[in-house]
């Protein structure tokens, strides 16, 4: 087995038993905001707190001093990262090529949204970061909760009536769930983007399902129970240490690090985009978040997280979690999916397209090779995909 997934799986268990969770040195590293600014572009650095006590952060790129757009209306887009990532996913191919700066330069004023529990949303009003219960949520609580949050946020300091959204991955999961949780919230939203769309995992390739599966036990059993409510893989100097030496060794190990979740090879892929991604990831996320989907994949159902009968009576009223019911989105929305994405597989795109009602547009970026960490670090994501999404966005708006 590759080295770094042993150092990845390693971390995790530390991870797991680590008593006392220390936090990340910040300071250490390049944050978004001082990414943005590098280039030339004016940066803000929000924080939203949502009902739960979480203090979420939010970076804007308002307007693009290219264009000096300043005064003129700006329609907004908030862009939201998958697992183990964060708003440096949107970042890390540079202005020429990330979304971020292609977006801020067509004119558009970009939000980067970051999920409870990753390295720049790791505060709680209400509950210490050492506590199991910080980490005790899952990405249907980012979806009902998180992104919510975010949206009031942005159009209120905006003024918009509606946003745009952008989501990778897990990205793309957290919006399904926003619209289905809180469908008065579809009237809000624009357009939206779905990159790598996951819901369903029945056909998920990677080795990685079946590698953890086992490894999380059954719904609401004892090591299962052992394994939930705690951070994943968290961003720690360990991981860091081995990925930064891998790196230094030969950028094939360092590749197959960052691809070793999406399993799909790297032909398409910037070396030097990753290399950016190394700094802050992997994110940190709870271990929910990793079983639920490893859920999805074993049910080949997209439905809420299980915790076993005896809990799920509980809390849903039934012995099985209650699917997701997608006909409640109705917000126009566009998937863009690849045929070689080892962990969203073709076949499972197929399948949400198929219970997707209202669904707008399903694009298959018509390279085959194109897989799950493309969307965000592939050498020709402008034009199969990023480019693509502008070009629908700009119609919503008349440009
Ligand atoms: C690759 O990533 C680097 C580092 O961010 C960036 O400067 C460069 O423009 C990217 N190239 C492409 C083709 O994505
Ligand atoms: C795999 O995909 C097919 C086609 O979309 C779908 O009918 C089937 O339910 C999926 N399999 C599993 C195990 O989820």
């Given amino acids: 087995m590759n080295p770094i997934v042993y150092a990845l799986l390693f971390s995790l268990v530390a991870g797991l038993t680590a008593a006392e969770k220390s936090d990340y040195c910040l300071s250490e590293i390049v944050k978004s905001d001082e990414r943005i600014r590098s280039h030339g572009y004016p940066t803000e650095t929000h924080q939203v707190t949502t009902s739960d006590g979480y203090v979420l952060t939010l970076f804007r790129i308002p307007y693009s001093h290219k264009l000096k757009n300043q005064n003129e209306n700006r329609p907004a887009i908030l862009l939201q990262?998958?697992?183990?990532?964060?708003?440096?996913c949107w970042l890390s191919s540079g202005p020429d090529n990330s979304l971020?700066?292609?977006l801020v330069d067509a004119g558009y004023d970009v939000w980067l949204g970051n999920a409870r529990g990753n390295i720049y949303s790791r505060e709680n009003n209400l509950i210490?970061?050492?506590?199991?219960?910080?980490?005790?949520f899952d990405?249907?609580?980012?979806g009902s909760i998180d992104i919510p949050a975010m949206v009031d946020y942005i159009l209120a300091i905006t003024g918009q009536a509606q946003i745009h959204y952008a989501g990778h991955s897990q990205g793309t999961t957290v919006f399904l769930i926003f619209l289905i949780m809180r469908p008065e919230y579809n009237a809000f939203i624009k357009s939206a983007h779905l990159l790598a769309p996951c819901a369903y995992f029945g056909n998920g390739?990677?080795?990685i399902f079946k590698l953890l599966v086992p490894l999380v036990?059954?719904?609401?059993?004892?090591?299962?129970q052992l394994m939930v409510d705690t951070e994943l893989i968290p961003h720690n100097n360990l991981v860091n240490r081995v990925v930064d030496n891998s790196c230094h060794m030969s950028n094939t190990i360092c590749n197959n690090a960052f691809i070793m979740f999406a399993n799909g090879g790297y032909v398409n892929s910037n070396a030097s985009s990753m290399s950016v991604l190394i700094e802050t990831h992997p994110a940190g996320s709870s271990s929910n978040q990793g079983i639920h989907y490893l859920q999805l994949y074993k049910s080949g159902e997209f439905r809420q997280y299980d915790w076993g009968t005896k809990k799920n009576m509980e809390l849903y009223g039934q012995e099985l979690p209650p699917d997701y019911d997608l006909s409640l989105i109705t917000a126009p929305t566009h998937l863009y999916s690849s045929n070689n994405d080892a962990l969203c597989?073709?076949?499972?795109?197929?399948?949400?397209?198929?219970n997707f009602v209202n669904l707008k547009e399903d694009y298959r970026v018509p390279v085959q090779s194109f897989n799950h960490l493309d969307f965000i670090i592939a050498r020709n994501m402008k034009e199969l995909v990023n480019d693509p999404i502008i070009e629908r966005i700009n119609a919503y708006e008349g440009r």
């Fill in 139 to 142: 990405w249907h609580e980012i």
């Fill in 217 to 224: 036990g059954e719904p609401g059993g004892l090591w299962n």
């Fill in 100 to 102: 971020a700066y292609l």
């Fill in 205 to 207: 390739s990677s080795f």
């Fill in 128 to 136: 210490s970061l050492n506590s199991h219960k910080f980490w005790h």
């Fill in 345 to 354: 597989a073709p076949k499972d795109v197929d399948k949400l397209v198929e």
């Fill in 81 to 88: 990262h998958g697992l183990f990532s964060n708003s440096d």
